[in-house]
């Protein structure tokens, strides 16, 4: 009796503390990890495209190119680090070019960033990181 009362429990411990998005096979374990969600989104197939094409959007419409003395855009390359926090609000790491003027410009930019649906890893919300590269 006591070996039944036993498995009873560790079959039950074993399922009630199963995590969602966690496949078991044999030796191997396949952990599902779900992308950052950017708002309007959250119904199309493509998420991560979707993401891209938001991006793409939030450059072109708050993106002000920086001028130099002689009045002409100022022109570069700039490293993004952002995390998307367990929230769903983008925090930024680092903004790293050659160009003060475009890395300033690319800050403020980035400011428009909107509240995302975090990123989950076994269904668990969880911070996630991206460097993009922006050609400016």
């Not at 396949?30 to 979707?50: D, F, H, Q, R, S």
């Not at 959007?57 to 130099?68: D, F, G």
Request: glycine content about 6%; hydrophobic content about 40%; aromatic content about 10%.
């Amino acid at each position: 009796m006591r070996k039944l009362l036993f498995c009873f429990f560790l079959l039950t411990g074993f399922f009630a503390f199963a995590q969602n998005d966690v496949e078991v096979k044999g030796n191997s374990v396949n952990v599902k990890e779900k992308a950052p969600i950017w708002p309007g989104c959250e119904t199309t197939l493509k998420k991560e495209e979707c993401f891209n094409e938001k991006f793409i959007k939030l450059v072109k419409e708050h993106y002000r190119y920086p001028r130099n003395a002689e009045g002409e855009f100022i022109r570069g390359k700039v490293l993004v680090a952002l995390e998307i926090n367990k929230e769903g609000k983008a925090i930024i790491n680092s903004v790293e070019g050659e160009q003060k003027p475009i890395v300033t410009a690319v800050k403020e930019m980035l400011k428009h960033l909107p509240q995302m649906q975090p990123g989950t890893i076994a269904g668990k919300p969880t911070a996630i990181s991206y460097k993009i590269p922006l050609n400016l």
